[in-house]
């Protein structure tokens, strides 16, 4: 996600948080403590306003609300780290959390543990949340502390609900929610077969889109609720990343035991890091096919140059940069190996937005392997279908 900003780092993961957290933020404020907790704190005034407890009551249930979902996220991260998996991220946004857990597991067992570490601790943090509201009750109506729990019985009453409605929620069995990662486990494992457990498995995801949806639309068009909205908004989103997830796996699925080294091409137009700008384009950009070209002076590659480098730079300065000044260096770039699985050169070009990227071999720049070229092979493997 574009604009995130790091907050902190928990077992190695950084912990970000998205623009789009902060509308979800502001709303939860807003309707705890200026709606929903005024009313609970003062149950017999006809109008109750928000005061100093409502207010911090509503900022508390937020932040712990977010770290229920960070501890959620947390606890898949953990199980994908024990089972080697490395993950990067931890992203708080406006639908939750998510883990950016670096590959898909290998195997249906690492799948499902993956999968049900999440579920399991939203009901844990129920069951904790829920006796802490029982023990306080319990507290409050014996009433020797001389002071009203009811704030704290509020807050750990909301906190045991919604830990509970999440483990509930991400049990739906639709892929890409964790239930639908436990369903694709368990028909993986049984019919070893990777590309028909997600094809059923998004299907049902996709399926509890459209119920999400209907909902919604429902709630919104009979009761003109406005949480029906929200409803269709999370249907929407499940139903793009069913189909997103299914699409995905498809792809590694055709690429598994291809090699960047079978799909890269070889051609490498080299330039010199001392050629101005001018030169650059006269002499190689506009007379030549290729529009990436290795800059290396003595068989050494240095970097990166093509036609967005130029572009950079203000046209009046082409006769003074040159090459060298202008091109990405060798330092700065995500690069691959002729013996890496083609899925790794995916995972890398969707994580850094190149349309293609340098193959290295021996210290020296073979070729490229770019989107183009992968979407070459996936169109001669008629065999693998398309959804
Ligand atoms: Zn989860």
Known sequence: MRNSWRIGKIMGIDIAIDASWFIIAFLLVYTLGFLQFPQDLHPRSFFARADAVSIALGVAACLLLFGSVLAHELSHSWMAIQRGIPVTRITLFIFGGVAEIAAEPDRAATEFLIAIMGPLMSLALAAVFGAAWLWLRVVDSAQFLGVSLTPLILLSSLLAQVNGQLALFNLAPGFPLDGGRVFRAIVWGATHDIRRATRWASRAGQLIALILVGIGAWLFLTDLNIGGIWFALIGFFLWNAAGEGYRQTDLLETLRGVTVGQLMTRTVETVSPNLTLTEFVDQHLLPKRDQTFAVSSDSD???????????????????????????????????????????????????????????????????????????????????????
């Open 301 to 387: 590659f240095e970097g990166l140059i093509g036609i967005d480098h130029v572009r950079r730079v203000p046209r009046p300065q082409w006769n003074m940069q040159r090459v060298r000044d202008a091109m990405t260096p060798r330092a700065a770039m995500e690069t691959l190996s002729p013996d890496q699985p083609a899925a790794v050169a995916m995972t890398k070009l969707s994580s850094t937005d190149a349309t293609e990227l340098p193959v290295i071999e021996a210290g020296r720049l073979a070729g490229f392997l770019g989107r183009a070229e992968l979407s070459r092979f996936l169109r001669l493997k008629p065999e693998s279908k398309r959804a």
